[in-house]
């Protein structure tokens, strides 16, 4: 938990400002959740959203300096839970399916993700895999409410986040021509996407909030 490592092409040594642009990068984050933060008022999902953004920021920031085990921990564990609420919020609240129901398809992402890293883990090593499955997931729901603001914002939040994602892929493919490389426009592009997808929610909520959420035909 206390190795270090080298795990993005900025970093050159294990001193604490080895990466300065993916730490400071960190910001777009928090500037993210506290600009969404007023929207979010009266919604207890879209305030809790807000809140793990700005720890998504903390933990991405405690990574990028300190480079351990424990501070990875600390990098990916917000993300995962930003996941698991947003799917439960979208199942529910988008869907108009049951707290129960949402719950189920919220679990439901840990076999789904780990079937899709099997499946297309050669194509898309690592963590990228995790992060694409997100993206198709993010597309599906935007699909099925096409017709909706809802699907479209979806939609969009689906095509930040596979630019964001090819940012982060080629990150060791440009360290040679460019030393900083790529992964701290994962951080800027990802807080645009994440504040992006809390206001489709906050949007969502107080633009219907009795209205049936599944569209027909």
Known sequence: MFEQVIAYCERTDFSYWSEPVNAVTNAAFVIAAVYVWPQTKGLVLGRLLA???GMIGLGSYLWHTHA???AGLADVLPIL????VYIFAATRD???ASALVAGIVTLAFFPYAFGFRAVFGGVIPGANALYASVAV????YGLWLRRSPTGRGLMVGAA?????LGFRMIDDAVCASFPIGS???WHILNGIMLGWMILVYCRHMRAAPL???VPSG
């Open 160 to 164: 930040i986040l596979c630019a964001s």
């Open 94 to 96: 988008f869907l108009g």
């Open 137 to 140: 997931l993010i597309l599906a």
């Open 81 to 84: 839970l930003f996941i698991l």
């Open 183 to 185: 992964h701290f426009m």
């Open 68 to 70: 351990t085990g424990w």
């Open 211 to 213: 209205a049936p959420r």
């Open 51 to 53: 809140v793990i953004l």
